[in-house]
């Protein structure tokens, strides 16, 4: 079975502190992703890399940044956490051929800001 | 900007009843097609997926896909208690998938 883990279930911190969020998969997928879940609002995308060393900006991407130094890693940081970036996080893993398979998601990391 | 229209519901159904879920997509370039199901505190995980136009079953799952319409939809018979939950739908057309902001389904004994 695929698994996606990611490190911390549950996270609390200070407005304005570096937050990193790691995100590991176990099946050689060539695609990671990064969501946000808010009420309402759905799955919104942050970032998406395609390859190692490869990124893509989602559809808000803005406060946040992403490192994928090796495939099965995919880590999103906050630089400076805000109030508003208070969510739930979801990465997800594909197998990268068409681009169009299923995701795999991690049980998802609630952060919030303070 | 590429949109994947759910309703939000609450969708209320009686345990044994068919529950019939929609979803519209605007991407006519869209190739492939999802439902997930995600349990409240729970991560997404994929119920059926669908290529092509018609219809795909598996258990008591079906769903439906109709291009020229750009709709998709996922019925459940028989449904149960243990159904209840939210189902997104999602729509890929090139690498990156968009999803609805999901229907919750509450089926009641």
């Known amino acids: 079975d695929v698994k996606v883990t990611q490190s911390s279930r549950y996270l609390v911190k200070r407005t304005g502190e570096k937050v990193f969020l790691e995100c590991v998969q176990d099946m050689d997928h060539e695609n990671m992703f990064w969501y946000r879940q808010d009420p309402g609002l759905g799955l919104r995308l942050i970032y998406f890399?395609?390859?190692?060393?490869?990124?893509e900006k989602g559809d808000i991407p803005e406060g946040y940044s992403v490192s994928r130094e090796k495939k099965e890693r995919f880590s999103l940081i906050l630089e400076s956490a805000s109030t508003n970036q208070t969510s739930m996080y979801l990465c997800a893993s594909r197998d990268g051929t068409g681009g169009t398979g299923e995701l795999f998601f991690g049980e998802g990391s609630r952060l919030t800001v303070l | 900007q590429k949109e994947v229209e759910q309703n939000s519901g609450p969708l209320s159904v009686p345990e044994g009843a068919i529950a019939s879920l929609n979803c519209t997509y605007s991407d006519r370039g869209s190739q492939s097609f999802f439902w997930y199901r995600q349990y409240s505190g729970k991560s997404p995980e994929l119920i059926m997926f669908?290529?092509?136009?018609g219809d795909k079953e598996d258990g008591r799952f079906t769903a439906q896909l109709n291009k020229a319409s750009q709709y998709v939809s996922l019925l459940i018979r028989d449904s149960q208690p243990s159904d209840s939950a939210t189902y997104l739908c999602a729509v890929s057309g090139s690498y990156i998938p968009t999803f609805g902001r999901g229907t919750s389904l509450i089926v009641h004994p």
């Open positions: 669908i290529y092509s136009n």
């Open positions: 890399s395609y390859d190692v060393k490869m990124k």
